[in-house]
């Protein structure tokens, strides 16, 4: 009886070729940022409304404080927590301690899958 080892020698072949060809995984890829947590800054005494859509005639769902947060919905090299919606203009105190007019709120992960928003002049994020 005669055996060939041709056959398997030329299967292993064809599989450490296909992985040479296949290139890098896509986990080697640069991995997407992780989403950033919001919180109240001090500049406006601790407290920070998330609220049921992007304007403060909008339901307050929770008051957060300094101490206490929630995830952004969404995550961004630019912008932490963005992208950003514009909505409803608020007013309150910024990080350099002057008094800042907004309209742009960020979606945060509150009542998943319900929206949530804070508003971003007002927020602190942590990333």
């Known amino acids: 009886?005669?055996?060939?080892?041709?056959?398997?020698?030329?299967?292993?072949?064809?599989?450490?070729?296909?992985l040479l060809v296949?290139?890098?995984?896509a986990s080697a890829?640069?991995?997407?940022?992780?989403p950033a947590l919001v919180h109240?800054?001090?500049q406006n005494a601790c407290k920070l409304n998330v609220r049921s859509g992007?304007?403060?005639s909008s339901t307050a769902l929770i008051t957060l404080t300094c101490a206490n947060y929630t995830t952004c919905a969404h995550a961004s090299k630019d912008q932490p927590c963005g992208p950003y919606v514009e909505g409803g203009v608020y007013s309150c105190?910024?990080?350099?301690?002057?008094?800042?007019?907004d309209?742009?709120?960020a979606e945060v992960a509150w009542?998943?899958?319900?929206?949530?928003?804070v508003a971003v002049s007002c927020a602190a994020f942590r990333l």
Request: with cysteine; hydrophobic share 45%.
């Open 93 to 101: 105190v910024g990080a350099n301690g002057a008094q800042v007019t």
């Open 1 to 18: 009886m005669r055996f060939s080892f041709r056959a398997p020698v030329f299967v292993v072949c064809a599989a450490l070729a296909g």
């Open 111 to 117: 009542r998943a899958p319900q929206r949530s928003y």
């Open 54 to 56: 992007p304007d403060v």
């Open 40 to 42: 109240a800054s001090g």
């Open 22 to 25: 296949a290139g890098p995984s």
């Open 29 to 34: 890829a640069e991995p997407d940022p992780a």
């Open 103 to 105: 309209n742009r709120w």
